[in-house]
């Protein structure tokens, strides 16, 4: 803690407990994130200071990109303001030590591992999530592993704080043929941006056994779709693509087919309503751990066994249920790539995820996106109404539950949304709400179709086709809207009341109006909350996960507003 | 004399045997228990040979198996006593106190006291005086009938040294081990005083042990039979001159004005709320403890073990400074609200850049002039506090040590580390005063630390001097950032003068202190507060409406809906709160965070709660008959409840209402 060595052009505080604190406004900033973040994981970003978080998940992910404990320990040394704390260069040190000590390699059917030094095979050979897995030692710092316990001691290894690498390479798979087309349909040109390009090589590592299992970072809107097709362009074999849901499944499917050669029984859909098995074939999380009861087997598991897959993709892979991550296991000598927006997981299960799918291979943080156009700047406005008098006192009198209701259904917010909707009338514009009542109350005045939860699939994929094409223009949505749902063109949102579950559906929320416009390249989230009522305190949760993932957010009050109040 | 009380002839003979065993054997013998059979069949069976020639064992009777031979048992009783006495070789005064309680019964330590002037046990002065490298040396010196009077032990059957021959004898076995570096194996005695009578040398023996010139011990690794000096003497003995401490390659570099930093954190907790403190002993509740604690930034692993610099004591010495120098203070009524406070002085003192903070606290010890304090017992001490845990009689000598003790820091080379242990080594050994004072025939007297002598010896004050340097690096100079640290790829300590370190000791008229000055604050649209460099008084203000996350650099605060609430219900306003953030802050505050800030006190509401007189009637009709008669004293709450003001009046009402047949 001496106080020498101050220097206050860097741009980066280091403290005790492996936060880093990064001055957004220092002259260094750029140079300082762009090695932050090949050992360190963003985990706030409010206007002036970033936070960044050292893990030992984070370093093992620098490591396997190759990065070295001396370049991290200069770059945190060479940015950081002060000296940095010893405890954290020893933890790193410590962390970064362990990785490659361990490695997975092929031998006929089986699987050697291997120690670097005999003290550590005797470590790792004693603990007991390890003993079974092994089938005998071959030597003092080798041991038999069956095939098919791949997985299984990866997780197992893992979660002792001894990462594997796995050089155990990977089966072909059945091939495919098929490219990535040069022009879509419309005629409009059609290429990888750069840093989808360096996300797909990273992933493939031409081919080798450092490569072909993974996980790609890329923000709401960057395309993480384009990328993997990116991935299957180059290893030309059968692809099984997991998703969140039927929706997104038949996102996926349009895209392949416009920005490929694959014909269409080429692919297929698995999911509730259909069971093609193809060459590419799209299913849910929810039918692959479906099952008749609990005592029952995930009968759809089966699909991972259907075909000679060389790769598995892994949409919103921090969404990943546990049966997944179980069948997962089992699938080791496949490619498994993972997409998400970030890594961090609400059961804190990222060690599976680097275990079972891979590393991250690339990891592209949103303000560069931003910056260079690719991914829309968004401000966030939350509008703030009084509620009427007369709901005052009922207001006071009610229970928390009733309480919320009231002040999320408050009738003024529709005069608010006519405002807002008057201040966009080119823009495509998306209404969420939770209630259905208000849905209805605002939307069928305008003319707007609502889509809930209980809207049929095909009415579903008819309505987001006139909105994408342009035909429609307002569209008012419930929860399903939250979920992998591509909408290019909406550049407006308008939350007039929501669940506020978790962080990543907020996330959800944003990403689906985050792509890039032509011209401006701006879009806009409008939250319409109750004063002085539950629904605001809510909406303080929301305002500063907002503010933490670098949306600039602002508050006015309704009375502030001005201009026409209705739109036709 | 308990087991040493032995045939020392019988162990001569027995010895030579016992030299020639192996190492291993002879620890294996001189185990804490005699050896099992199995271990003497079984794993001492490469040895038989020569077990059974130097008859420490035997066959038993049918020829099949080896025991002790029983001629042993005893010789091997004293062996064994003597493994114990290894720990004499760390030649220390607990090994010397536990040697004491081992060998000798309570009136043999009483007379041995008696011998040193003492009416009591007291082996601290027993200590003293045998573990002396005079005191062998004035033996072999001494005439028998001087030395018998000053030492005979009264009381006693025998006086040791009655005989002039075994007296004579005692004087060459000491001064034979003098010569060969303070011990002599056991082994030799026999060949070395061969055709002296045998019994005059086992009754010297006998007087050696009693008198404390002499002890057997066997040696570590080689369990050879050892009768030496005391080994703190053998040690004397045989050391090097010492020789000046010369620059050293470190790692690990740690320097810092570390009690700076600390009265800051507890500036700056006691400003945001006061310590409670206990009335009972004065110390503080747990509660504010651990919030200093807490507050104070780590130290390197290795400073804070290596230097005792836990955080409780840190947080005492920062208090203690603060206190001193007026930044703190205590207030309140005794049980009841007692607290420590943060004074204006001490908010004044937040406010300086850390480098005039740092030579404030220099200059205090640098100009102290007042003189050596004198306490109550007429020892004086240093107020200066940099030579502290010392106090003696004698004014002159304290402040040789003074003098003494800061050019022996001064001495330090500029720029380099030295080796510690060789700089307290050559100090305490050259240019000491308190072995000066000695080594001029002067008695010496005082208190080192919690140690208090009289009639101290060269040994104990080489040792307190050492200590003493050490109390003055550890608790001083490197806590004032007067000193650097580090350790040597061997793991020696060393340590060097800093900048600050020579502006002290007046080496410099001014030092370097590089600082995070003007440190930038930032409120984020999260609401958190982010400081980019240290600003004490900052932290004290913010800590009025936010909740602190941190200390010093990094997320120090966030602000809440609670933590406004709470600073509200202190009477703190927005306007205020806002002018506070707009004094430090060197970014506008959020859009998003003025609004909520400004709601959050919108919401605020005073009431008051009042005690008064309601009046509650069967009927609108009783409520406004009591009404009429009030006299405008009764004010109307509900169409049946009223209320009485004025309480005064109740009597009066109710003797009215009474008349009218409405009764209470």
Redesign the interface.
């Known amino acids: 803690m001496s106080m020498t060595h101050y220097n206050p052009e860097n741009p980066l505080v280091v403290q005790g407990d492996h936060t880093i604190l990064v001055e957004v406004d220092s002259p260094r900033y750029g140079a300082a994130r762009d090695e932050l973040v090949r050992f360190a994981e963003l985990v706030k970003a409010p206007e002036h200071i970033h936070t960044y978080r050292v893990t030992p998940l984070s370093i093992w992910n620098a490591c396997a990109a190759g990065t070295s404990v001396e370049e991290i320990g200069e770059a945190l040394r060479g940015f950081s303001k002060y000296p940095v704390p010893a405890n954290v260069e020893t933890e790193i040190r410590d962390w970064a030590l362990r990785y490659g000590r361990l490695r997975l390699s092929r031998n006929g059917e089986d699987l050697v591992l291997e120690a670097d030094d005999a003290v550590l095979a005797e470590q790792v050979s004693r603990h007991k999530a390890v003993v079974p897995l092994i089938v005998e030692r071959l030597s003092r710092q080798t041991f038999r592993i069956r095939a098919q316990s791949r997985g299984e001691i990866k997780q197992a290894l893992i979660k002792v704080g001894f990462p594997v690498e796995d050089l155990a390479g990977y089966v072909e798979g059945e091939r495919l043929s098929f490219e990535l087309r040069a022009a879509l349909k419309n005629g409009r040109p059609f290429e990888l941006r750069h840093y989808q390009v360096e996300a797909a090589d990273a992933f493939h590592a031409a081919g080798g056994a450092r490569g072909g299992s993974g996980v790609i970072t890329l923000p709401c809107g960057a395309g993480k779709t384009i990328v993997a097709l990116g991935c299957m362009a180059q290893l030309q074999t059968s692809t099984l693509i997991l998703t969140t849901s039927v929706t997104a499944s038949r996102q996926w499917i349009r895209e392949l087919l416009e920005k490929t050669t694959l014909a269409e029984d080429q692919i297929g859909e698995y999911s509730g309503l259909r069971k093609q098995i193809r060459p590419v074939t799209l299913a849910t999380y929810q039918i692959m751990t479906w099952r008749q009861d609990r005592e029952a087997d995930f009968r759809h598991m089966e699909l991972f066994n259907g075909r000679d897959w060389g790769l598995i993709v892994y949409d919103e892979v921090h969404l990943l249920p546990a049966p997944i991550f179980r069948a997962t296991a089992g699938l080791q000598a496949r490619r498994r790539l993972g997409l998400t927006a970030t890594l961090v997981r609400e059961d804190g299960h990222e060690d599976d995820v680097f275990a079972l799918i891979g590393p991250k291979k690339a990891d592209v943080p949103w303000k560069v996106l931003e910056d260079q156009g690719w991914i829309a700047k968004a401000t966030c406005t939350e509008i703030r109404i009084p509620l009427p008098e007369a709901e005052r006192m009922p207001y006071a009198i009610a229970e928390r539950r009733v309480q919320f209701r009231l002040a999320a259904e408050n009738e003024r917010k529709i005069d608010v949304v006519r405002y807002i909707l008057a201040q966009h009338p080119d823009d495509l514009v998306l209404i969420i709400g939770m209630y259905l009542d208000q849905l209805k109350k605002l939307a069928e005045p305008l003319g707007v179709p609502i889509l809930t939860g209980q809207t049929p699939q095909r009415k579903r994929d008819e309505v987001f086709a006139e909105f994408r094409e342009g035909r429609l223009r307002i569209l008012a949505v419930s929860k399903i809207a939250n979920f992998a749902v591509d909408l290019p063109d909406a550049s407006v949102a308008i939350q007039i009341s929501g669940t506020f579950g978790s962080r990543q559906e907020e996330a959800q929320r944003l990403g689906r109006i985050l792509r890039p416009k032509e011209g401006a390249n701006q879009a806009h989230f409008y939250t319409i909350v109750t004063r002085d009522t539950v629904e605001q305190d809510f909406a303080l949760k929301r305002q500063l996960f907002l503010c933490e993932q670098g949306y600039n957010y602002s508050i006015v009050d309704s009375e502030e507003l001005t201009g026409p109040q209705l739109v036709r | 004399m308990k087991v040493l009380e032995i045939n020392w002839l019988a162990f001569l003979a027995d010895v030579e045997a016992w030299a020639l065993l192996p190492a291993t054997v002879r620890g294996m013998l001189a185990g804490a228990h005699a050896p099992s059979a199995e271990q003497i069949n079984f794993e001492l069976r490469e040895h038989h040979g020569v077990l059974l020639r130097a008859n420490i064992l035997r066959r038993s009777a049918n020829g099949k198996r080896l025991l002790l031979h029983k001629d042993t048992k005893n010789f091997l009783r004293v062996v064994r006593a003597m493994e114990q006495n290894r720990e004499l070789e760390g030649a220390s005064k607990p090994v010397f106190e536990t040697y004491l309680s081992n060998y000798f019964t309570y009136e043999e330590k009483n007379s041995l006291a008696r011998v040193t002037g003492q009416w009591y046990y007291d082996h601290e002065a027993i200590y003293r005086r045998v573990s002396r490298v005079q005191w062998p040396q004035e033996f072999v010196k001494a005439r028998h009938s001087e030395w018998v009077k000053l030492y005979a032990l009264r009381s006693f059957r025998e006086s040791y040294f009655v005989s002039l021959d075994v007296f004579a004898m005692s004087q060459r076995l000491i001064a034979d081990c003098l010569e060969n570096g303070g011990s002599i194996p056991f082994q030799e005695l026999t060949s070395r005083y061969e055709g002296r009578d045998s019994g005059v040398l086992d009754a010297a023996l006998m007087g050696c042990f009693r008198y404390l010139l002499l002890y057997p011990w066997l040696k570590s690794g080689t369990r050879e039979a050892i009768l030496g000096v005391w080994p703190g003497i053998i040690q004397r003995l045989n050391r090097k001159p010492p020789t000046p401490p010369s620059a050293a390659e470190v790692r690990n570099v ?5 009690l700076i ?1 600390d009265i800051t954190t507890v500036l700056v907790s006691a400003g945001a709320e006061p310590f409670r403190v206990r009335a009972g002993d004065n110390m503080l509740f747990a509660k504010a403890q651990k919030t200093i604690d807490e507050s104070l ?5 290795w400073v804070e073990k290596g230097f005792q610099l836990d955080r409780t004591s840190r947080a005492r010495s920062a208090l203690f400074y603060a206190d001193n120098q007026g930044l703190v203070e205590q207030k309140g009524v005794h049980g009841k609200d007692l607290r420590i406070e943060t004074t204006q002085r001490g908010l004044k003192w937040l406010e300086l850049p ?1 480098k005039i903070r740092l030579r404030q606290m220099l200059d205090s010890v640098r100009e102290a002039t007042e003189g050596l304090r004198k306490s109550s017992d007429l020892h004086y001490s240093d107020p200066s506090l940099l030579v502290y845990r010392l106090s003696l009689p004698s004014e002159k000598l304290f402040r040789k040590v003074i003098v003494a003790a800061k050019e022996q820091y001064t001495s330090l080379p500029a720029g380099s580390l030295v080796d510690f242990q060789n700089f307290c080594d050559y100090h305490s050994r050259r240019g000491n005063p308190l072995v000066k004072h000695i080594e001029a025939g002067r008695k010496l007297q005082g208190t080192v630390g919690s140690d208090y002598f009289y009639e101290a010896t060269t040994e104990e004050m080489e040792e307190s001097w050492a200590d003493l340097l050490w109390s003055i690096l550890r608790a001083r100079l490197l806590i004032m950032g007067a000193a650097t640290v580090g350790y040597s790829a061997d793991g020696s300590l060393c340590l060097g003068l800093s900048d600050a370190g020579r502006y002290l000791l007046g080496l410099a008229e001014d030092f370097e ?4 000055s003007g440190g930038e604050v ?1 409120v ?5 507060v ?1 400081f ?2 240290p600003r004490p008084l900052a932290e004290v203000e913010i800590s009025r409406f936010a909740e602190r996350c ?1 200390s010093h ?3 120090l605060f966030k602000i809440t ?1 609670k933590s406004v609430m709470k600073a509200a219900s202190t009477g703190l306003t927005a306007e205020s709160l806002f002018e506070i953030l707009g004094l430090y802050c060197s ?1 506008d505050i ?3 965070v003025k ?2 800030i400004l ?1 959050w006190f919108g ?1 605020c509401r005073r009431i008051t709660l009042q005690s008064t007189v309601l009046i509650r009637c069967q009927d609108a009709e009783t409520a406004a008959r009591v009404l009429a008669v009030s006299g405008g004293k009764v004010e109307r709450v509900t169409d049946t409840i009223l209320e009485l003001r004025d309480r005064d009046k109740r009597t009066e009402l109710v003797r009215k209402l009474k008349g009218m047949g409405i009764f209470v």
């Open positions: 740690f320097q810092s004005p570390l930093h930034t780590a130290l390197p692993d850390a202190l590089e600082e995070a930032i984020q649209p999260n609401f958190e982010v980019l460099g941190g650099v990094g997320l809906k970014k959020p859009n998003n609004r909520e709601g919401n």
